[in-house]
């Protein structure tokens, strides 16, 4: 939003599943603090460590910035986001490739540490001086560390994946509200998910689609399958793997009969629906629901719940690393490994919901007993702690970003703009075969 099993002598990582979160959600320029500061000092004699992320990782929104600065009175940090992955990474690759451009720490999506372990390793500071593999899940470690052994990534945070909906949206279409009612309607089976958003339809409010985009409910399918879109042999089986086929054919279905919005996801139209209450549930990792909060209209607090999805998957999750053609990588190193302690992972679920990768902070009070002001009584630490610990273990190629975005953006999405689903198939197809050529 992450057990282990050792098979990374290839450019595969076997993780606690992960799907893409392409494009996570919105973000934030710097903290703009000193801003007077450059390089790595500042005229107050401070060490400047510079901060390269996607989307929201919650680190500044939680405080931990200002937690750390204060702990560290000669740190000044200063955060740079750019707000969807598919933008940030190539930028992030090419800067590595030159040696220049870097901030001192840099995100890296689950999506793509297969790719940065396997290709940019040794661009990258061994973490494992700084951080404890102790404190994270064991897949998680193993997803951020290359073939001989470096560990060049600390895990942020893991994705299980649970469905938010909105209750009066749910009760004015004659829909049962109650989380644990729904989830045993659509338990164990995405197919049952899909016949209560047709049931859904028959009673909704106008204008009002069950799902929120094409995108979204594709990614939460696919969370839930062990073999997506690589092989544990590092082959390429998007294609001929059925599990994808079948996913992407419910996903059409779903639109063909109106039950999804037409929106691409983390684009402003797809925003606006979320402010205008224009669809009634969506996939929800986690850090879905920080999303949710600063996109919702104040009134829409305590509107929604969260329900066990129909089967346990994990979309999302990020690692942070540090380059060494940063300016300063031993205290960059630090504070990457003080960022992603299980202590500073239970801070930042409790206020911004990204979900910890450090297996400890699941019987912590503030995991436990977390609440978000969208889902009210919701017990969404206890929910997203038993996804997380029920998860199959996926297998991640170093070009699933690739495949994922173009599934939905060039797939999926075509259905509800009058493609056949035969037709957005193949033009999916074309367009990722295109792209890993290149």
């Not at 992407?248 to 402003?268: R, Y």
């Not at 929604?304 to 942070?320: E, I, Q, R, T, Y």
């Not at 031993?330 to 992972?345: C, G, I, R, S, Y």
Request: glycine share 10%; proline share 4%.
């Amino acid at each position: 939003m992450r057990a282990i099993r050792t098979a990374r002598r290839r450019a595969v990582v076997l993780a606690t599943v992960a799907a893409l979160g392409a494009g996570l959600l919105a973000g934030c320029a710097d903290d703009g603090k000193d801003e007077e500061s450059t390089g790595s000092g500042d005229a107050k004699g401070k060490t400047t460590i510079t901060v390269g992320l996607f989307g929201t990782f919650g680190f500044k929104e939680a405080g931990l910035y200002d937690e750390y600065m204060k702990l560290n009175p000669k740190i000044n940090i200063k955060e740079t986001v750019i707000e969807r992955n598919e933008n940030y990474y190539p930028a992030l690759v090419n800067h590595l490739t030159t040696g220049s451009g870097l901030q001192d720490i840099q995100g890296v999506e689950v999506g793509n540490i297969a790719e940065i372990t396997a290709t940019q390793g040794d661009k990258l500071v061994d973490l494992s001086k700084f951080g404890k593999k102790s404190d994270f899940l064991a897949s998680k470690w193993e997803q951020g560390t290359t073939k001989d052994g470096k560990t060049v990534g600390l895990g942020t945070d893991v994705g299980p994946m649970a469905i938010c909906y909105r209750k009066d949206l749910f009760e004015k279409a004659g829909l049962p509200t109650d989380r644990e009612e729904l989830a045993k309607l659509w338990e164990g089976d995405w197919a049952k998910f899909v016949e209560v958003g047709r049931d859904f339809k028959k009673g909704a409010p106008k204008d009002v689609t069950f799902m929120d985009s094409p995108g979204g409910l594709l990614n939460a399918i696919l969370s839930s399958e062990t073999e997506k879109f690589y092989n544990a042999e590092g082959e390429v089986i998007y294609k001929t793997n059925p599990a994808v086929k079948d996913a992407f054919d419910l996903t059409a279905n779903a639109a063909e009969e109106g039950l999804i919005g037409k929106q691409v996801q983390f684009q402003p139209a797809w925003d606006t629906t979320i402010a205008n209450g224009k669809f009634a549930a969506m996939s929800c990792p986690p850090w879905m629901l920080g999303y949710i909060k600063g996109k919702s209209k104040p009134e829409a607090a305590g509107k929604w719940d969260v329900a066990k999805a129909p089967k346990s998957g994990n979309w999302g999750g990020s690692f942070l690393s540090v380059p060494k053609a940063g300016k300063n990588t031993d205290e960059a190193a630090k504070l990457a490994a003080w960022l992603t302690a299980p202590e500073q992972q239970a801070k930042l679920f409790a206020v911004q919901g990204s979900f910890p990768s450090a297996p400890a902070t699941y019987e912590d009070d503030q995991v436990l007993n977390a609440k978000n002001d969208m889902t009210g009584d919701a017990p969404i630490g206890q929910i997203f702690a038993d996804a997380a610990k029920s998860s199959p273990v996926q297998v991640i190629g170093p070009k699933d970003q690739i495949i994922q975005q173009g599934l939905t953006d060039n797939g999926v999405i075509l259905v509800t703009q009058g493609k056949s689903a035969a037709d957005a198939w193949s033009n999916a197809v074309k367009t990722i075969d295109n792209n890993l050529e290149k």
